[in-house]
C-alpha cells in the first residue's frame, strides 16, 4: 500500500509541469487525495485537495489560478497541473490521502503520503 509522486523536474519561469501520485494495494477514488509542497527552509503547505465525490478545494490562494487536480481511475492516480510557474513554487510536492478535504494543515493527513518529487523554477 503505498503512494508514489512522480513528474518533477526543472522547468522555467511561465513553464507548465504536470505531477502525477499513483497508488498502488488500494483504489485512490475512494479517498481525499491533496498535493502539498515544502520549499527550503519552510514549512510544508497545503495546495488543493479533490474530495472523492469530485470537489476541489483550494488551501492556497495563489494555486487557485494555476493549478488544478484531477483523478485518472484507469491509472489508479491523481495529476496536479501547474502552470505559469514562479520561481517562488520551487519545492518539494507531496500528494496524501485522507478521508476528506476538510483542512489543509499536513499535520492532519494522517492518511498515506507520497515520497516527494522536486520541482524547480529557474532560468
Known amino acids: 500500500v503505498q503512494l508514489q509522486a512522480s513528474g518533477g523536474g526543472l522547468v522555467q519561469p511561465g513553464g507548465s509541469l504536470r505531477l502525477s501520485c499513483a497508488a498502488s494495494?488500494?483504489?485512490?477514488?475512494?479517498?481525499?487525495i491533496g498535493w502539498f509542497r515544502q520549499a527550503p527552509g519552510k514549512e510544508r503547505e497545503g495546495l488543493l485537495c479533490l474530495s472523492d465525490s469530485g470537489g476541489n478545494t483550494y488551501f492556497l490562494d495563489s494555486a487557485k489560478d494555476r493549478f488544478t487536480i484531477s483523478r485518472d481511475n484507469a491509472k489508479n492516480a491523481v495529476a496536479l497541473q501547474m502552470s505559469n510557474l514562479k520561481s517562488e513554487d520551487t519545492a518539494v510536492y507531496y500528494c496524501a490521502t485522507r478521508e476528506s478535504c476538510y483542512t489543509g494543515d499536513p499535520r492532519a493527513w494522517s492518511g498515506l503520503w507520497g515520497q516527494g518529487t522536486l520541482v524547480t523554477v529557474s532560468s
Open positions: 494495494g488500494f483504489t485512490l477514488s475512494n479517498y481525499a
